[in-house]
């Protein structure tokens, strides 16, 4: 089986988004790997990925700290990241950090998934 599965990192502290986000993509036929923070950054470089979704608010890590640290390194800074958040600045907060785009929680799937496919069709 030849493997080309587009892989995607969704970096959130709430269980219950990343369970979520995992079923939706992994149907939709990507390689999903989630993290919860902490060492997200390590596990980007491990992993690889074709996009990352990445949650503003994490317990213990800001997002736009690990967003903005990416963007600046030679190895990442082509990753696409979407940052995702409840709050109300998301849009503007995400292009502060450097993100590529932004969804607002909660999202729709339908949303979700059109976000994940145009950062990963090549």
Known sequence: MLHNKKKV?????E?????VVTLILEDA?????TTVGVDTEKHIRKYRPDLILLDIWMSGMDGRTICKDLKAQKTTMHIPIVMISANKDTEKIAKEAGADDFIAKPFE????????KKYTSA
């Open 9 to 13: 990192l969704v970096a959130d502290d």
């Open 15 to 19: 269980p219950s988004i990343l369970e």
């Open 29 to 33: 036929g990507y390689e999903v790997e």
């Open 109 to 116: 799937l339908k949303h979700l998934l059109s976000m994940v």
